[in-house]
């Protein structure tokens, strides 16, 4: 079993998945098969590209806030993946986003810009009212925003790339935002946890536009705890893990998989999973899952113990 808490598609079109519970880094080809893996001796949140085959990966020496943390970079060369340099932080390292020259990087309650290099150039927003304010963020590649969830306070923040707030969404289908998202064509989404539920807001973070999916499409909101999470390749796939595993509660994400959104939430199955339950984003219009000559959509499943 994985317990996966990032997935990154390669330009190449290979696949890397950050396994939690056994601090590793794994590689997959093009038809999503094992290739090459990467320990890693600490505990591990998130991961993001910084090149086209580079990620940078958060990196804690424990779950709390004592140790050593920071940043550890591993690069794919040859269908294997190496361990570069490791960037040492004064903070313990939860979210990751990477613009340009420059990485973003949650505390919980702070956003922090990095170099590269991991020299801090300054603390972006703070937020010391409540735990996990600042948790997860995601940049805006066509607006230079960036947004941030706070479960604290159920909300998605909108900052400027100085880190000024521009705007702070709540809404009452968003409670327990823990991830955000934002497509190459500068979609924003994200998932609440506690309704149930995925939202869409525009780039400016002020409006919803749209909520894609609710426990009537069969979401159920997710506990706080560690979760195992297999690969799926493919609809087909997942139908048939649903139907050998149809007491399971299950939980994903969302994450961009060959030019389209694939948006995963919980589902709480009583029967077999059908396919109106998977919602793919494609070009501002929702449609069904699909496979084709070339491509399969990644699954990601992961299930509650």
């Known amino acids: 079993m994985l317990y996966i808490f990032a997935i990154c598609e390669l330009p190449t079109g290979e696949t890397l998945v950050l396994d939690f519970y056994h601090h ?27 090149s086209s085959s580079e990620v940078a990966v958060t990196t804690n020496e424990s779950s709390s806030d004592d140790g050593l943390h920071g940043l550890h970079i591993i690069s794919v060369r040859n269908d294997r993946l190496e361990k570069g340099r490791k960037l040492q932080l004064s903070h313990k390292c939860v979210g990751i986003a990477h613009h340009e020259d420059a990485l973003y ?4 309650t702070a956003l922090y810009q990095y170099t590269l290099n991991g020299n801090l150039v300054k603390e972006l927003y703070e937020d010391t009212t409540g735990y996990n304010t600042v948790y997860s963020c995601a940049v805006n590649l066509k607006s230079d925003k960036i947004y941030v969830t706070s479960l604290h306070k159920h909300s998605l923040l909108t900052l400027d790339k100085d880190g000024n707030a521009i705007s702070t969404f709540t809404d009452i289908d968003l409670k327990g935002p823990q991830g955000v998202h934002v497509t190459p064509s500068g979609q924003v989404l994200v998932c609440g946890e506690t309704t149930h539920t995925i939202i869409q807001v525009d780039s400016d973070g002020k409006k919803k536009l749209a909520t894609l999916a ?28 649903c139907g050998e595993h149809s ?18 939430a919980w589902y709480n199955f009583t029967g077999k999973l059908n396919e109106t ?10 449609v069904l899952p699909f496979d084709d000559l070339t491509r399969t959509t990644i699954v990601k499943l992961r299930y509650d113990y």
């Open 214 to 241: 609710t426990k009537k499409d069969g979401i159920n909101g997710p506990r706080e705890r560690m979760e195992k999470w297999p690969i799926a390749k493919s609809t087909l796939d997942l139908l048939e893990k």
């Open 24 to 50: 590793r880094v794994k590689l997959l080809d093009k038809k999503y098969q094992f290739v090459s893996n990467c320990v890693l001796s600490s505990y591990s949140y998130d991961m993001c590209l910084i």
């Open 247 to 264: 007491d399971e509660t299950k939980n994903c994400s969302v994450r961009t998989i060959a030019n389209c959104v694939v948006l995963f």
């Open 105 to 108: 990087v949650t505390f919980g």
């Open 277 to 286: 339950n998977l919602i793919v984003k494609d070009n501002g219009k929702v």
